[in-house]
Each structure stands twice: as C-alpha cells, then as structure tokens.
Nanobody
Framework: QVQLQESGGGLVQAGDSLRLSCGAS?????MGWFRQAPGKEREFVAA????????EYADSVKGRFTISRDRDKNTVYLDMNNLQSEDTAVYYC?????????????????WGQGTQVTVSS
C-alpha cells in the first residue's frame, strides 16, 4: 500500500498559478491527479507514467496544467496555470500499480486525503 500526502492548495484569483505536490511513501508506478467539485463526481485531471516520459490530460486542463514527477523524491507535481473558477475543487493524488498512464479512477488503488483549490473570479 502506498501512502500519499498532497500539499499546495489554497485560495487564488482567476489567472493565477499554483503548484500541487504529492509525496509518496512506498513504491510508486503510474500516478494521477483527480478533482472533485462540490456536487459533482470525481473527475480525471492528469496522469503520468512510471518513467515520466508519458503523460495524459483531461481536455479541460490541457495546455494549462502540467504533471511531472521526481522519482528521487518520490513526489508528483501538478503545475496549474491560468486558473479559472471552474478549477475550484478538492484535488486528489492517486497511485496506480501499473506503469502506464490512465484516466480511469478504477486503475488507481491508493488515494491521498485531498487538497482544496479555490479560484475566485
């Protein structure tokens, strides 16, 4: 089992940037970020494969968000630029037992507690 801890959330204004971090304890392979807005289902944001060479993004964040990982630190990042009010959500880090990327939450076994991102317009 992998333990995950997100950090970096906060309250920002539209157009601002934020970096989320996800520190992991235990062996990690594919990693992902998901988010859940009030009254909505959890949705895929971005994923990165074990090597870091392959990434996958939701259409809604493509070109604005970047996922990356530092394998030495066992940490995954989500750089979010040009944030908009519709990006307001709790953001969750997730770990998959598979080396590739996936946009399906069912492919991820371990989840963090989440970090709140609020974007004011």
């Amino acid at each position: 089992q992998v333990q995950l801890q997100e950090s970096g959330g906060g309250l920002v204004q539209a157009g601002d940037s934020l970096r989320l971090s996800c520190g992991a304890s235990g062996r990690t392979y594919g990693m992902g970020w998901f988010r859940q807005a009030p009254g909505k289902e959890r949705e895929f944001v971005a994923a990165i494969g074990w090597s870091g060479a392959f990434t996958e993004y939701a259409d809604s964040v493509k070109g604005r968000f970047t996922i990356s990982r530092d394998r030495d630190k066992n940490t995954v990042y989500l750089d979010m630029n040009n944030l908009q009010s519709e990006d307001t959500a709790v953001y969750y880090c997730a770990a998959s037992p598979y080396e590739g990327t996936s946009s399906h939450s069912s492919q991820f076994d371990d989840w963090g507690q989440g970090t709140q991102v609020t974007v004011s317009s």
